[in-house]
């Protein structure tokens, strides 16, 4: 009489949802709820950007610098950047395979990510207080 194996997953883990990595759904839902966040965010960015194009730069620096344009562009970087940084990181545990070079990548990545958000958001706050 042949048994069948005991099954690999505990029944907490399938309730739970949770992969090797512990963190894979979550993964998943983080990057598709930035990826609509970024497509709502970048479609006003358009409007914006195509509403500005031809009124003098001074104008332009006031919109920009304005509270709701202001907040709307941190969002959309913010929200690019976190998007960016789930991307990469993915590419980079598909395709890196050196044990080595795979650690070293995911930090630069998320180094990468910050220090882009971070620069942004300091042009954008310099713009809404009046530093342009």
Do not use: C
């Not at 630069?108 to 009046?130: E, P, Q, R």
């Amino acid at each position: 009489m042949a048994t069948s194996p005991a099954p690999m997953r505990t029944p907490l883990r399938r309730v739970l949802g949770l992969g090797s990595a512990h963190e894979g759904t979550l993964h998943f839902w983080r990057q598709r709820l930035t990826g609509l966040a970024n497509l709502i965010l970048a479609i006003g960015f358009v409007i914006l950007i195509v509403a500005l194009v031809g009124r003098p730069q001074k104008e332009v620096l006031d919109i920009l610098g304005s509270p709701f344009v202001a907040l709307w562009l941190l969002l959309m970087v913010i929200s690019i950047a976190v998007h960016m940084r789930l991307g990469m990181q993915v590419v980079i545990e598909d395709y890196v395979h050196g044990h080595a070079a795979k650690p070293i990548l995911l930090i630069l990545n998320t180094f990468f990510s910050f220090a882009v958000a971070a620069i942004s958001v300091f042009a954008i706050l310099k713009l809404a207080f009046g530093g342009a």
